[in-house]
């Protein structure tokens, strides 16, 4: 087994000291970390010593306080109300100044506004869907294609077209309200 050093084998000290110690000499497994200097055909039948429990100790302790930096960033983000997405959904753009801010999109702002004018209309959301398919109206999907924005999920026809379920959505969606909804999963 090779590895880039010996934080690449795991964080957990103890799960690793028990692997290079216990269960790769049991299954004759020779383990080499480059950039650790360490070959376990150089220690063949003693522990792994002192030096390397300290470096898993170390990596293991430095995971941790990494991963709680993160999520401290993360979070204090979230409070300051910044936009951490990825592409951002449908009716809104990145602010080209700021990208953890977004702007509505000019373009389906007028689409947005129909949709919930006509959902209180009493409309169902397979009318609503059946009207903006008719009017020609590109749905979420080709609006990003003809702005060039890769779109990953197969397409079973040539064009996407508006759905029940994408009406829905949009309806149901609190950040058309001018919530900010982040953490939710």
């Not at 959904?89 to 990145?94: T, V």
Request: with cysteine; net charge positive; charged share 30%.
């Amino acid at each position: 087994l090779l590895t880039k050093d010996l934080s690449r084998l795991g964080r957990n000290y103890v799960e690793v000291g028990d692997y290079m110690e216990q269960i790769f000499p049991m299954l004759g497994v020779r383990y080499i970390a480059v950039n650790s200097n360490y070959d376990s055909n150089d220690h063949p039948g003693n522990t792994m010593g002192i030096e390397m429990s300290m470096m898993n100790l170390l990596n293991s302790m430095y995971s941790k306080d990494i991963s709680m930096k993160v999520k401290t960033a993360r979070k204090t983000r979230e409070r300051k109300g910044e936009y951490l997405g990825g592409h951002p959904f449908y009716g809104y753009l990145r602010d080209p100044v700021d990208r953890h801010h977004l702007i509505v999109d000019e373009e389906a702002r007028p689409v947005i506004e129909k949709i919930f004018h006509l959902s209180v209309a009493e409309c169902s959301t397979m009318k609503i869907a059946k009207i903006l398919n008719e009017e020609g109206i590109p749905c979420p999907v080709e609006l990003k294609k003809s702005r060039g924005i890769g779109y990953s999920k197969p397409l079973v026809e040539n064009q996407a077209l508006w759905t029940q379920s994408t009406v829905r959505k949009i309806i149901r969606d609190e950040r058309y309200l001018g919530k900010m909804v982040s953490n939710v999963r």
